[in-house]
């Protein structure tokens, strides 16, 4: 695809329900973020991959939340038994460290809500 | 700590006014510095700097970076209610990105 896609775009859940947001980034670009970001706050780190490196976890805010990656394409983002300050919008991003543009290309996150 | 600095938090203008945004820094391994527009939801990308005092302009946009004081300016002339959004700084350090809070600009008519 031309850019990074995230789905679903909108999703509304239970407190206590565990939900999965999934990104698919730019083919080719072999680092992959997540970001969290609350109303009207600023982009929060919560985990980068890099190629079949360990991924830094190191903004993961509890061991709810948990990603994986299959290779260098698709990622899932999971957290279990939702809480109401897990609403947020959630973005991905990827990147080709050391490209020429050392850009990240962002999807449209999906907007997560926690009743 | 690695950490992003954005100032004003947020600004309102009217249509024709130039602004000015700025970003500082603290980084170790300091790779890149990007300035993004966040209107919606995904921030689009407008500039990457990586070495000092080469201004970088699109249109009415422009910034610049200096690296021995650490920190980065936006510049927007001319402003339009079109500009009315969030400018988020990033900083690239090691693999990794750090961003800012972000400037909540508002232009109004």
């Known amino acids: 695809g031309a850019g990074v896609s995230q789905s679903p775009s909108n999703k509304v859940t239970e407190k206590g329900k565990d939900v999965e947001l999934r990104c698919d980034p730019i083919?080719?670009?072999?680092?992959l973020y997540w970001y969290r970001q609350r109303l009207g706050q600023g982009l929060e780190f919560l985990i980068y991959f890099q190629g079949n490196s360990a991924p830094d976890k190191s903004g993961l805010p509890s061991d709810r939340f948990s990603a994986e990656r299959t290779g260098e394409s698709v990622s899932t983002l999971t957290i279990q038994r939702t809480q109401q300050e897990d609403s947020a919008v959630y973005l991905c991003a990827s990147s080709w460290p050391g490209g020429p543009t050392d850009t990240q290309y962002f999807g449209p996150g999906t907007r997560l809500t926690v009743l | 700590e690695d950490k992003v600095v954005q100032s004003p938090l947020s600004l309102v203008v009217h249509e024709g006014d130039t602004v000015t945004l700025n970003c500082s820094y603290e980084v170790t391994n300091f790779r890149s510095l990007l300035w993004y527009k966040q209107e919606k939801k995904a921030p689009t990308f407008l500039f990457m700097l990586t070495s000092s005092g080469i201004e970088k302009k699109s249109g009415r946009l422009s910034s610049i970076l200096d690296k021995k004081e650490l920190f980065s300016i936006l510049n927007i002339t001319a402003t339009q209610t079109g500009d009315s959004a969030i400018y988020l700084c990033?900083?690239?350090?090691?693999?990794?990105?750090?961003f800012g809070p972000g400037t909540r600009l508002s232009v109004l008519p």
């Open positions: 990033a900083v690239g350090y090691g693999q990794n990105f750090v």
């Open positions: 083919s080719g670009h072999t680092a």
